[in-house]
């Protein structure tokens, strides 16, 4: 059996907890945890941070009426439907400003779509939270924030039409993107060994400016300097 210092290392704060809870032992999962946590917070490790490898373990037939049950829930679960809690963090605008808590509650739009969609809310609200806000060598004061919540979910396309650039690009809804019309000027511009920006549908330089030497001056076109002419030379 692994230490419970082995086992806070191991990222496993939150999957050790559902297990112990789902066997009845609540009170000993409560202690395990303290005790996780204090090893990880040593280490920085405690997080919720999902796991990067799964065990695949095969079952004889997909017609197994438990594992049919716990599929069809696992689907509806997972699935873009109602906005779910989302722990959110409460971030100032004001720099050196902490809140009380730190983070909150809130119903957010999560889950698997179909082809490109995206799980995305169609109607949000304001939720209000009392919180303290505190400054270092100041008094700590009081009030209330307001937070972002989702009230209804929809897949859809992140990326919609009215996102797209007249006369520069064309909307493809099955992929949910704007694409480039100018491809054109995108040949040239890789040619010329400069960068496409595919979301501008523009040419860009491999560096935006270079510091030009005196009686030069820079040229986005060309990506280049250029040597100043004097007023004589100068054409209107």
């Known amino acids: 059996m692994w230490s419970v210092k082995k086992l ?3 990222h496993i704060c939150t999957t050790t907890t559902y ?8 009170g000993f999962t409560v202690i395990f945890l303290l005790l996780t946590c204090v090893f990880a917070q040593r280490e920085h490790t405690c997080e919720n941070k999902p796991d990067i490898i799964h065990t695949f373990e095969e079952i004889l037939t997909c017609k197994d009426k438990i594992f049919t049950s716990n599929f069809n829930k696992g689907m509806m679960d997972s699935t873009c439907s109602q ?7 409460i971030i100032s605008d004001e720099p050196g400003i902490q809140y009380i808590p ?17 799980c995305i809310p169609t109607e949000k609200k304001m939720v209000p939270f009392s919180v303290r806000r505190h400054r270092e060598g100041e008094s700590i004061t009081c009030g209330t924030i307001y937070v972002e919540e989702h009230v209804r979910c929809k897949c859809n396309c992140r990326v919609m039409e009215s996102h797209c650039i007249p006369e520069k690009q064309e909307y493809d809804r099955r992929a949910c993107m704007c694409r480039c019309m100018n491809m054109d000027e995108k040949e040239e511009c890789e040619k010329s060994g400069r ?12 560096k935006e400016h270079d510091d030009c030497t005196t009686g030069h ?3 986005p076109t060309l990506c280049r300097c250029m040597r100043m002419m004097d007023d004589d030379n100068n054409i209107d």
């Open 8 to 10: 806070a290392q191991n």
């Open 19 to 26: 297990s112990f809870i789902s066997n009845g032992n609540m």
């Open 83 to 89: 906005p779910r809690d989302t722990v959110v963090p």
């Open 102 to 118: 730190s983070t909150v509650v809130v119903k957010k739009c999560a889950g698997a779509c179909l082809h490109q969609l995206s």
């Open 195 to 206: 960068l496409w920006d595919q979301k501008a549908c523009k040419c860009q330089c491999i």
């Open 217 to 219: 001056y820079w040229v």
